[in-house]
């Protein structure tokens, strides 16, 4: 899973996300009978979610929500990318590159 969520970072910052995922952890949601089959996941922090991704034929349908209502984060979680439009002020409160100054 490390190398396809680092595959998509920039090179320049890729060894900062490679620090960053050692440092992290990542909850994954999958078909609770094919669990091979992943709709996303979230990867976050101590203090931030770092990373949410839900496949495209899987969006709208709440996982994003879910994933990011199981992180164990006080609301409004700290998010170190831009979170999805969707994701409203309340839940998720959005500082760039926080992840990288802790």
């Excluded at 992180?71 to 926080?98: G, K, N, Q, T």
Aim: hydrophobic content about 45%; proline content about 10%.
């Amino acid at each position: 899973m490390l190398s396809s969520l680092t595959r998509s970072v920039p090179g320049n910052v890729h060894d900062d996300a490679r620090e960053l995922m050692r440092r992290c952890r990542v909850l994954v949601a999958c078909d609770p009978e094919q669990t091979w089959h992943l709709y996303g996941c979230v990867v976050f922090g101590a203090e931030s979610v770092h990373w949410l991704y839900v496949k495209s034929a899987m969006r709208r349908l709440g996982v994003g929500r879910a994933l990011l209502d199981a992180v164990p984060l006080p609301r409004p979680v700290i998010a170190s990318l831009r979170p999805p439009p969707w994701v409203p002020r309340e839940v998720a409160d959005f500082r760039p590159l926080y992840a990288l100054t802790r």
